[in-house]
């Protein structure tokens, strides 16, 4: 009899702890584009980068409810990843960047983008590159030449990096209106010079 109400308690033990981790809250992974700005207009050049293609790794961190009580108590002010561990053991294709790019992020809504990004590029010299920026919609001329807000495309001001490699992380910093932070999330890739 004791045997069996020790099976029940742990069997009662890993169903919770199922429950716990599938009522976690999900970030959709921003898709990175990067385009050819050399390229004729209706014939621009890109590539996406997210793991669903395996040229991304995206882990979410942390993500709890904007308005919850539950908040992030880690640092927020800088991108202090060790890309190059974190990559050890994966097997990633590497992403492509031209000379001449424009980087933005797509697949998310306005209202779960994230609030900033903190930018990370390992260079292979040994030096890191590090900015911080918010995340804002991307304004582009409509038919009648007005600019209006794309609210699902967000530009990066991407650095330009020495070395025809260099490893890069993302990481995504969700705040409320009290800048609290609710939700981070990490996105790695490698990008190599065309």
Do not use: H
């Not at 395996?54 to 993500?63: A, L």
């Amino acid at each position: 009899m004791k045997l069996i109400s020790k099976y029940i308690l742990v069997c009662f033990f890993i169903l919770s702890i199922s429950f716990l981790v599938s009522c976690q809250k999900k970030v959709d992974e921003p898709i990175v584009n990067i385009e050819d700005t050399l390229t004729e207009k209706g014939n621009l050049k890109s590539i996406q980068l997210q793991e669903i293609k395996k040229n991304t790794i995206y882990e979410q961190v942390f993500f709890g409810n904007e308005n919850g009580n539950d908040f992030f108590q880690g640092q927020i002010d800088r991108n202090d990843i060790a890309i190059e561990d974190k990559l050890l053991d994966k097997n990633l294709k590497s992403g492509v960047i031209p000379e001449n790019y424009y980087v933005f992020l797509t697949g998310v809504t306005n209202k779960k983008k994230p609030t900033y990004l903190l930018g990370r590029i390992e260079q292979i010299d040994g030096k890191v590159i590090q900015w911080k920026q918010e995340v804002k919609s991307v304004q582009r001329k409509d038919a009648n030449g007005v600019y209006q807000y794309d609210v699902y495309q967000y530009e990066v001001g991407f650095p330009k990096f020495e070395g025809e490699r260099a490893n890069v992380s993302f990481r995504y910093i969700w705040l409320n209106k009290e800048n609290k932070c609710y939700g981070v999330a990490d996105q790695l890739f490698i990008l190599k010079k065309i």
